[in-house]
């Protein structure tokens, strides 16, 4: 017997973002990211209900990364099945999901370094502490590659697409073509305008994979990313538009790549600018944005290429 398998979005209000999680309604059902911790019951529950399904009936939740808008809700949500539901997450991410304390780290010793912000540490660690439902050890640790049934026929396939964080997976439902990539594919940025990665290399490999070998037919992403033109794609897009979004993706990486590694080049400068000491790269790509409003994509990224240059010196 042959399930048919559909997706319905989920989301959750959280300050200027929304916050998508994806619920598979196959024979053990899955959602896809979690939010924060009050969106499995503030967002989640009402949302199934509406459709006819139970959160209480989930059996798989699938982290596409450790980011606090993505596993904030992972604890609650299995305590809303009982505790029955198998959290899954790469296991280069998985410190995130086990300690709040892991996600102050990597503000500290990433964007935390340019922000100037004597109380970034403790803003963070407020917010950790109210977003994230509970530490916890993932039930599955996955590297990529690995094959997931969620019943019956249906099998979502894992793979590895790092370069937003170290463990960004892709879960593709097998034969159907529909891929969730999570902040995989960041197109032009999403609010603060900015496109976000840790590891520029990785992440170009990472799209260029997901254009050449997975081709998604039915692409889901975990915030609705920009165009050039500032306008947002929704978080479902065909196979057309997927297409399109990993291309611009692609073309964005290409010019910040660009800028950044001719501003790193030339010398870090620190001035009174609010991108210092990127001052140049910002001007370069025409970034106007505000570079201190959290997650600082700005920062991220460029710290990134900081780490890229600094490791093949």
């Not at 529950?45 to 904030?72: F, K």
């Not at 296991?91 to 100037?116: F, I, K, N, Q, T």
């Not at 097998?174 to 603060?192: I, K, L, P, S």
Request: aromatic share 8%.
């Amino acid at each position: 017997m042959t399930h048919e398998v559909t997706v319905h979005p989920l989301v959750s209000p959280w300050g200027r973002f929304g916050l998508y999680s994806f619920f598979i309604d196959a024979p053990e059902p899955a959602v896809v990211d979690t939010g924060i911790a009050s969106s499995p019951a503030e967002g989640m529950a009402p949302a199934l209900a509406a459709i006819g399904r139970r959160i209480e009936d989930v059996r798989w939740i699938l982290l596409t990364h450790g980011h606090i808008d993505h596993i904030g809700g992972a604890y609650a949500l299995r305590e809303l099945t009982g505790g029955r539901a198998q959290v899954v997450i790469h296991e280069a991410d998985a410190p995130m999901l086990r300690s709040r304390r892991a996600h102050v780290e990597e503000y500290l010793a990433g964007r935390g370094r340019y922000l100037g912000d004597p109380e970034g540490e403790a803003k963070v660690t407020a917010a950790t502490n109210a977003v994230i439902s509970g530490e916890m050890e993932p039930s599955v640790l996955v590297k990529g590659g690995e094959a997931i049934s969620l019943g019956g026929d249906v099998t979502v396939s894992v793979h590895s697409i790092p370069g937003h964080t170290p463990g960004s997976v892709a879960y593709v439902v097998d034969g159907r073509g529909a891929v969730f990539t999570g902040d995989a594919v960041q197109v032009h940025g999403a609010a603060n305008g900015f496109p976000g990665y840790t590891d520029p290399v990785a992440y170009r490999t990472s799209l260029e994979y997901l254009r050449d070998e997975i081709r998604p037919r039915h692409l889901y992403l975990g915030h609705p990313y920009r165009r050039a033109d500032g306008t947002p794609y929704g978080v479902e897009l065909d196979a057309a538009q997927a297409q399109e979004a990993i291309a611009q993706s692609l073309a964005a990486e290409g010019r910040v790549t660009e800028a950044a590694c001719g501003c790193l080049r030339a010398g870090l400068q620190e001035t009174d600018s609010p991108y210092s000491p990127f001052a140049r790269a910002a001007e370069e790509l025409g970034y106007a944005g505000d570079p201190t409003l959290e997650p600082s994509p700005f920062f991220t990224s460029m710290h990134g290429y900081r780490e890229h240059l600094d490791q093949n010196a």
